[in-house]
Nanobody, 126 residues
Framework: QVQLVESGGGLVQAGGSLRLSCAASGRTVSYYTMGWFRQAPGKEREFVAAISRTGGSTTYADSVKGRFTISRDNAKNTVYLQMNSLKPEDTAVYYC???????????????????WGQGTQVTVSS
């Protein structure tokens, strides 16, 4: 079993930046796709970004493309989400997740991920 712990959330003004981290423990996630999702109040959880096990392939939601960057450090069993040019509509709880299928396919749907962190709140003020 794996534990995922997100950190780095907070309150930031529009146009600002935050860097989220997701540290895994209990099992290596180096061989698996990792993803970031978010959920705003009253809305369904939505895909934000994902990265393949090698880091060679990434994919982003259209709403964050060009502003967010996902990366990973397999030596640290950690994945990151650099968020720039933040907008009020980015306000949500952000979750990281791991897809334990051994595949190069980068999953983008909630149901394809096996384990989730508790989430970290990101609030962007206008």
């Amino acid at each position: 079993q794996v534990q995922l712990v997100e950190s780095g959330g907070g309150l930031v003004q529009a146009g600002g930046s935050l860097r989220l981290s997701c540290a895994a423990s209990g099992r290596t996630v180096s061989y698996y796709t990792m993803g970031w999702f978010r959920q705003a109040p009253g809305k369904e959880r939505e895909f934000v970004a994902a990265i393949s096990r090698t880091g060679g392939s990434t994919t982003y939601a259209d709403s964050v493309k060009g502003r967010f960057t996902i990366s990973r450090d397999n030596a640290k069993n950690t994945v990151y989400l650099q968020m720039n040019s933040l907008k009020p509509e980015d306000t949500a709880v952000y979750y990281c997740a791991v897809d334990f299928r051994y595949t190069l396919v980068v999953a983008t749907s909630v149901g394809e991920y096996d384990y989730w962190g508790q989430g970290t709140q990101v609030t962007v003020s206008s």
